[in-house]
Nanobody, 125 residues
Framework: QVHLVEAGGGFVQAGGSLRLSCAPS????????MGWFRQAPGKEREFVAV???????RYADSVKGRFTISRDNAKNTVYLQMNSLKPEDTAVYYC???????????????????WGQGTQVTVSS
């Protein structure tokens, strides 16, 4: 059975930084497309960032220039470095994995087959 385990969430003041990690277990994910999504209370799950196996990346406009997604295939781990955090970044952040995801559809949660349990990020003003 495949599990994606996120870590690194927490409480931070506006302008601060956090780094999330996602460590898949049960399978090597070096060939998978890895994404980060987030969901705030009362809102739909939204795309944050994605990285393909060749390290091509894509970001939501709301986080571009502040967040960086990266992967370390040797450690089978994906990271989301979040800088200049804002209160509106507060949400549960989810790691996701999938295969055969095209650039144009990479923002859709339905494209991803595996999901983590989520980690809470809270940014105070």
């Amino acid at each position: 059975q495949v599990h994606l385990v996120e870590a690194g969430g927490g409480f931070v003041q506006a302008g601060g930084s956090l780094r999330l990690s996602c460590a898949p277990s049960g399978r090597t994910f070096s060939s998978y497309t890895m994404g980060w999504f987030r969901q705030a209370p009362g809102k739909e799950r939204e795309f944050v960032a994605v990285i393909w196996s060749g390290s091509t990346t894509r970001y939501a406009d709301s986080v571009k220039g502040r967040f960086t997604i990266s992967r370390d295939n040797a450690k089978n781990t994906v990271y989301l470095q979040m800088n200049s955090l804002k209160p509106e970044d507060t949400a549960v952040y989810y790691c996701a994995a999938g295969q055969g995801i095209w650039y144009g559809s990479s923002t859709r949660p339905a494209e991803y087959n595996y999901w983590g349990q989520g980690t809470q990020v809270t940014v105070s003003s």
